[in-house]
Nanobody
């Protein structure tokens, strides 16, 4: 089982920045896809940014403000969030899809709270 540990959430004023990080621990052979999702109160979890097969995708609401990146040496991913808005408030989860012994699995982080408020 792959464990994902997130860090970097917190409280920030509108217009501010935060950087989230996600580090895996456990056994895997290949990572197929990684992503950051968020869940606002009363709403469904949604994809914010993801990397699949070298392609990067962003939700329309965060394009130009958020950047997802990966460190291949450490297998960690980060989400740089700039020009934050109150609508960005929510619990942010990292997600890995990976291969072990020829089968694909999926793991989620425990979630980190991001609150954007004046």
């Amino acid at each position: 089982q792959l464990q994902l540990e997130e860090s970097g959430g917190g409280l920030v004023h509108p217009g501010g920045s935060l950087r989230l990080s996600c580090a895996p621990s456990g056994r895997f052979s290949v990572i197929n896809a990684v992503g950051w999702y968020r869940q606002a109160p009363g709403k469904q979890r949604e994809l914010v940014a993801g990397i699949t097969g070298g392609r990067t995708d962003y939700a329309d609401s965060v394009k130009g403000r958020f950047t997802i990146s990966g460190d291949n040496a450490k297998d960690t991913i980060s989400l740089q969030m700039n020009s934050l808005k109150p609508d960005d408030t929510g619990v942010y989860y990292c997600n890995f899809r990976f291969i072990v012994a020829g089968r694909e699995y999926e793991s989620w982080g425990q979630g980190t709270q991001v609150t954007v408020s004046a």
